[in-house]
């Protein structure tokens, strides 16, 4: 059984910068991507920033130039934050691609006062 947990969140005023964090434990031969999504309130859930086993990130138009995604170990990712703004603020989620299946934290709330 996979198990991912996030760590990191919290409240931070605009122009701030966090760090998320990003576990993964369980039996594990191969991680084939990971990546984060978000959830703002009374808005769908969407895609923040993905990385390949390869190492290639993509992230979404909104954080392009602020946000890092960057793979710690074989079994951790972190999601580095800067500038960021009151839009940002939204449930955060990490998923971990094993095979063909997408595990899922529980998600961290990141707060963006201005």
């Known amino acids: 059984q996979v198990q991912v947990v996030e760590s990191g969140g919290g409240s931070v005023q605009a122009g701030g910068s966090l760090r998320l964090s990003c576990a993964a434990s369980g039996i594990i031969f191969s991680i084939n991507g990971m990546g984060w999504h978000r959830q703002a309130p009374g808005k769908q859930r969407e895609l923040v920033a993905t990385?390949?086993?390869?190492?290639?990130a993509n992230y979404a138009d909104s954080v392009k130039g602020r946000f890092t995604i960057s793979r710690d170990n074989a079994k951790k990712m972190s999601l580095l934050m800067n500038s960021l703004k009151p839009e940002d603020t939204a449930v955060y989620y990490c998923?971990?691609?094993?095979?063909?299946?997408?595990?899922w934290g529980q998600g961290t709330q990141v707060t963006v006062s201005s």
């Open positions: 998923t971990i691609t094993v095979g063909r299946t997408d595990y």
């Open positions: 990385l390949t086993s390869g190492g290639i």
